[in-house]
């Protein structure tokens, strides 16, 4: 069971992970070394709540597919089962994410004081730029 928070739990039998060899430059183990993770997660397959599952899907990350199949690639790590325990936590994380539900501005409207203020600083920089001008004696 994958624990995301008090009240999301996935079973581990619904995300598929794959071991694949890593990209990039390597030593001579990266050619035979499977120890990259593909890790495939079925959106509206899954046991998750209606509610995550719209949120998931509305998130317009390039890892979700057209099909609603969430992609993670780790290959972060050296050894298979770190990249495992990687994958996982950014499927955790991503997760976590798409639910949260952020807090709604509330607009407000600026305080008489702060007004005054700022009408008196704009009243004494305009002084300070006028007494640079050019002084006549008519």
């Known amino acids: 069971m994958l ?3 008090a009240s999301v739990v996935i079973p581990l039998s619904e995300i598929e992970c794959s ?3 890593a ?34 899907l509305a998130l317009g ?4 597919t057209n099909e609603g199949v ?5 290959q972060r790590f050296r050894t298979q089962e770190q990249n495992r325990e990687d994958a996982l936590a950014r499927l955790q ?6 639910i949260k539900i952020e807090k709604m501005r509330r607009a407000t ?3 008489y004081s702060s007004k005054q203020r700022r ?13 640079r001008q050019k002084v006549s004696f008519d």
């Open 3 to 5: 624990r995301v928070n």
């Open 19 to 21: 071991a694949m060899r």
């Open 23 to 56: 990209q990039g430059a390597g030593g001579q183990n990266v050619n035979k070394v499977s120890s990259a993770i593909h890790l495939r997660f079925d959106i509206p397959n899954s046991s998750l709540s209606e509610f995550c599952k719209a949120r998931l």
């Open 61 to 64: 990350d390039k890892r979700i």
């Open 70 to 74: 969430l992609v993670i690639k780790a």
């Open 93 to 98: 994380e991503i997760i976590l994410d798409a």
């Open 109 to 111: 409207k600026p305080t």
């Open 119 to 131: 009408m008196d600083a704009k009243t004494q920089r305009g002084s300070i730029k006028s007494a």
